[in-house]
């Protein structure tokens, strides 16, 4: 029996996952070079801005420590270097710096 051949043909490269409204992203130097300092993003929407190939224009809201916004970045990144963090650490850690609430009685009528 002869040997059989590996198989060359080419594969599909996996394609890197793009960010939608309402994700949030942590950016670092794989992203971009700018992001010496990595930062969170909350995305508002991908810009169908002209671009290098594989890259891509979000438009978003830079968070601080606690989850608020605190600035308005329109970014230019490489989909390959975005990373999600896992949101439900984020949303549980902005929910306990934030003060409660207290409501009384409504008073009808």
Do not use: C
């Amino acid at each position: 029996m002869p040997d059989e051949l590996p198989d060359w043909t080419p594969k599909p490269k996996p394609t890197a996952r793009k960010p939608h409204s309402g994700d949030v992203l942590h950016l670092t130097r794989a992203a971009s070079v700018q992001f010496l300092r990595p930062i969170f993003v909350r995305v508002i929407r991908v810009l169908d801005w002209p671009t290098y190939d594989g890259w891509l224009w979000i438009d978003g809201y830079e968070l601080a420590a606690n989850g608020d916004a605190v600035a308005r970045r329109s970014l230019f990144v490489m989909p390959a270097g975005l990373i999600w963090p896992d949101t439900p650490a984020l949303v549980a850690r902005r929910s306990t710096t934030r003060a409660q609430v207290k409501r009384g009685p409504v008073r009808a009528g």
